[in-house]
């Protein structure tokens, strides 16, 4: 009875065949309850709204608050270059991301403790490095994760298995900011210290679970020597023009990950600032955007990842342009009601860049070096993140509406080299 509804749960989810096979059930299960329970706490440790603010709570200064963003970012996308060679040489890829995440899991715990203990520079300090720790870990994961996606899982439901966690992991998150918004949590450090606590323990469950993933031994022969060196690794940017673009069209659209920051810089150019109290309804807003979205971008992922990056590239586009004006007209969004709205459709345009890309990563050709190209796009993507930090400098000179709207320019740049990439979705090619 249980098997029956798992295939039928399985078809309805995927259009898939509900006489799939039992391991190809068993692996959608397992990645989707190890991904919801990562996605949940990730949004428990959110750098852009729940660390800085507790960072702020704790009297932190603004240069550590500031740095939360491009250190979890970053950190978590440059060491995978590193990572690529050793990943590849891998009979089984799953112990890095499962290893990885219950490294992050660890590290988690810490913050939890710095806060619980610590306060001002010295709590901030702690933080931070926790949060630099956590990056490396999770860039085991995302370095392997496409790869053992690819593996384990059939074309049509990749995206399907991602957008459908993200989705649950966002009504997890959704729960955490009504609690908190209607004090059930109180707005203290001590608090959220112990809900980034429940996130480290769903980290390394979530590890655990992975460590389950009936993976197939990849064949490795052969790859030594084509691994062996930093020319080696950068050989696909030199020979795959595709690739190129789409690291371009990647590149484009990281401001949709970095514009939320600035959406709330602007509102609080009018004289309201964001405390622990008033966090809840930022979070409310970007877990809900979450839930309306991530389901439902995965599946068009799985149609059409490049279509889905079009789309989204437009929509953030149209999103930050228009908070963009209003800002310059107005000097502000409305408080923290206003944040809250942009907040939410930026959120809905970024889930929409991350399943596309995500998606069309997993599903391209990668001459067998699904690791490599994983690895070499995220350090780009990486080393890009680290200069976008500059922006930061750039609000503080010209204020963050001239910003925003340089957002909304590199978002729609963004679309503009993403009509130009193949389709690798079966289904779309045939369109």
């Not at 949590?185 to 469950?205: F, N, R």
């Not at 401001?255 to 405390?275: C, H, I, N, R």
């Not at 889905?308 to 009601?337: D, E, K």
């Amino acid at each position: 009875m249980a098997q029956e509804l798992q295939k039928r749960l399985y078809g309805a989810l995927t259009d898939g065949d509900e006489q799939a096979g039992s391991g190809q059930i068993r692996a959608f299960a397992t990645h989707f309850t190890a991904l919801t329970a990562s996605k949940l706490a990730g949004g428990l440790v959110d750098p852009k709204l729940v660390l800085s603010s507790l960072l702020v709570a704790l009297g932190a200064p603004g240069a550590l608050v500031g740095a939360l963003v491009p250190v979890r970012e970053a950190g978590a996308l440059l060491p995978q270059l590193a990572l690529a060679a050793w990943i590849e040489r891998s009979k089984q890829r799953k112990w890095f991301w499962a290893v990885g995440s219950m490294g992050q899991g660890a590290a988690v715990l810490g913050m939890a403790a710095a806060a619980l203990t610590l306060e001002g520079a010295a709590a901030g300090w702690v933080i931070l490095a926790c949060l630099a720790v956590l990056a490396i870990c999770r860039s085991a994961g995302s370095a392997s994760h496409k790869d053992i996606l690819a593996r384990t899982l059939d074309k049509g439901t990749r995206g399907t298995v991602s957008g459908l966690a993200g989705t649950i992991g966002a009504v997890g998150v959704l729960v955490f900011a009504l609690l908190l918004s209607f004090g059930v949590i109180p707005g203290t450090p001590s608090a959220i210290a112990a809900v980034i606590a429940l996130a480290g323990v769903l980290l390394i469950l979530a590890g655990l679970v992975f460590t389950r993933l009936d993976e197939p031994e990849a064949d490795i022969e052969d790859m030594e020597q084509g691994l062996g060196g930093v020319r080696a690794v950068f050989a696909p940017l030199r020979e795959d023009a595709q690739l190129r673009r789409y690291i371009l069209t990647r590149t484009l659209l990281i401001s949709t990950a970095l514009a939320p920051p600035f959406v709330v810089m602007l509102s609080a150019s009018q004289g309201e600032s964001v405390s622990l109290g008033q966090l809840g309804l930022l979070v409310l807003a970007s877990s809900a955007a979450a839930i309306v979205s991530s389901y439902i971008w995965g599946r068009l992922s799985d149609r059409s990842s490049r279509r889905t990056l079009i789309f989204a590239g437009l929509s953030a586009a149209a999103v930050l342009a228009l908070a963009a004006i209003i800002g310059t007209l107005t000097g502000g969004l409305g408080g923290s009601f206003g944040a809250a709205g942009f907040v939410f459709a930026a959120k809905i345009a970024y889930e929409g860049a991350r399943a596309g890309r995500k998606t069309y990563l997993a599903d391209m050709d990668a001459h067998g070096q699904k690791a490599v190209y994983t690895a070499l796009s995220n350090s780009i993507l990486g080393v890009m993140l680290l200069l976008g930090g500059g922006f930061g400098l750039l609000a503080d000179l010209v204020g963050p509406a001239l910003v925003l709207g340089i957002f909304a320019a590199m978002a729609a740049g963004g679309a503009l080299v993403a009509v130009g990439l193949r389709e690798v979705q079966a289904g779309a090619q045939d369109d």
